[in-house]
């Protein structure tokens, strides 16, 4: 959980702010000293920004001391403050601070500086509190136990798979989703309600006017309309592409649009069909990224994590690329041709053509020149390396 007001920071952010590799923070155990703001068996690690800023000052502070004696004293780490032992002042002096900091970077709340000064110290506590930030597991434990969903219902509102579906994230941190605790709260008392069509819910964008209290979080129609209108235009494109699409577009979360993606894409189609495309796409995932999850696998499909299981594990028992169903007949007067992705071996040649002509091209520039994202770029690296390496010899 990440308290009202802090930031938090995974290991990626921290050493590349230390101008470090992840490695190297790791093997020096530059953390060691800190404990982690994620709950214990959280999928990433995150730790306060703050604290972690000490200790980035503290590594390069004494990297600078080893070249001009005396090294300087570390600073000490500030322990995080304590919410039950803030007074009403302090209260509300830390939230005003708080709505400071989330307005400079386009961010508004449903209460602004002077309402804080008409609240009671219990009504300042119960504002503060609605604004830690929560993973998905401790969103879910946020709810009450006599509505409290189980971990495979909960999986199933966020990946859309059920009528109703979770808000928007209200931040993504280190690529994991967190909701304010009265988002949650909201959630539960209203859109739980609800039954009836997808949920589609869209996150405050920079610059976008104040959701009043109470107001419907989910994408309005208009918003609708376009994302399906988009998905509709570009029929032949991948899921993955229009979901950038949509997101570049329309300001949309990915989730919001991989929800939209996934009901206009299969809509018209057998269920057969989908299977087979689910299973393809299985196979594919793995040829790029043999250590994909099955949680990864359904975010990408906006399925749920236990069909992702059953998907890369029927993929996996398959010796030759499963057959493709013939795609549905796209109107011609938006039918949008894309060239077919280039098979594994021949990207692999790709790449090594290009780390031959120039040994120092990044892999960013790999995934820009190849459209694909930089993990798989860096997989595809090592493996031509390996073999310009073999050849070598």
């Known amino acids: 959980m990440i308290r009202a007001g802090r930031n938090a920071l995974d290991r990626d952010a921290i050493a590349q702010k230390a101008g470090l590799s992840v490695g190297t923070i790791r093997n020096k155990k530059l953390l060691a000293d800190l404990t982690p703001v994620s709950r214990p068996d959280a999928r990433k690690e995150l730790f306060d920004a703050e604290q972690a800023q000490v200790v980035i000052?503290?590594?390069?502070?004494?990297?600078?001391?080893?070249?001009?004696?005396?090294?300087?004293?570390?600073?000490?780490?500030?322990?995080?403050?304590?919410?039950?032992d803030f007074n009403e002042d302090e209260l509300r002096g830390h939230l005003r601070a708080f709505l400071d900091a989330e307005q400079e970077i386009g961010f508004e709340h449903g209460f602004t500086a002077d309402d804080l000064e008409s609240m009671n110290e219990e009504q300042l506590r119960a504002t503060l509190d609605g604004l830690d930030l929560l993973d998905l597991e401790e969103a879910r434990l946020s709810i009450p136990e006599d509505r409290r969903p189980t971990q495979n219902t909960m999986e199933a509102y966020y990946y859309g798979s059920k009528s109703t579906g979770l808000p928007d994230a209200d931040r993504t941190i280190g690529g994991i989703d967190h909701w304010y605790r009265s988002t949650m709260r909201r959630w539960n008392e209203q859109e739980r309600r609800r039954r009836g069509g997808p949920t589609l819910v869209s996150r405050q964008v920079v610059g976008a006017p104040a959701l009043e209290s109470g107001e419907d979080f989910r994408l309005?129609?208009?918003?609708?309309e376009q994302a399906v209108q988009l998905v509709r235009d570009n029929e032949t494109a991948s899921p993955e592409s229009l979901v950038k699409t949509i997101t570049a577009k329309l300001g949309l979360s990915e989730s919001a649009a991989w929800r939209c993606v996934h009901s206009v894409r299969f809509a018209t189609q057998r269920s057969e069909d989908v299977r087979a495309l689910r299973l393809a796409a299985a196979w594919q995932a793995l040829a790029e990224n043999p250590e994909i999850t099955g949680v990864e696998f359904a975010r990408q499909m906006g399925i749920g994590i236990t069909a992702g299981n059953r998907y890369l594990n029927d993929a996996s028992k398959l010796t030759t690329p499963p057959q493709m169903p013939a795609a549905p007949a796209a109107p011609e007067d938006t039918a949008i041709a894309t060239p077919a992705e280039p098979a594994a071996d021949e990207r692999l040649e790709q790449v090594t053509r290009l780390i031959t002509d120039n040994p120092q091209i990044s892999t960013a520039e790999l995934a820009k020149t190849l459209g694909v994202s930089a993990p798989t770029a860096r997989k595809y690296r090592k493996k031509a390396e390996e073999a310009l390496g073999g050849s070598a010899n």
């Open 220 to 224: 309005s129609e208009e918003l609708r």
């Open 57 to 84: 000052d503290n590594y390069l502070a004494g990297k600078r001391g080893k070249r001009s004696e005396p090294a300087p004293a570390p600073k000490r780490i500030p322990s995080l403050p304590d919410y039950d």
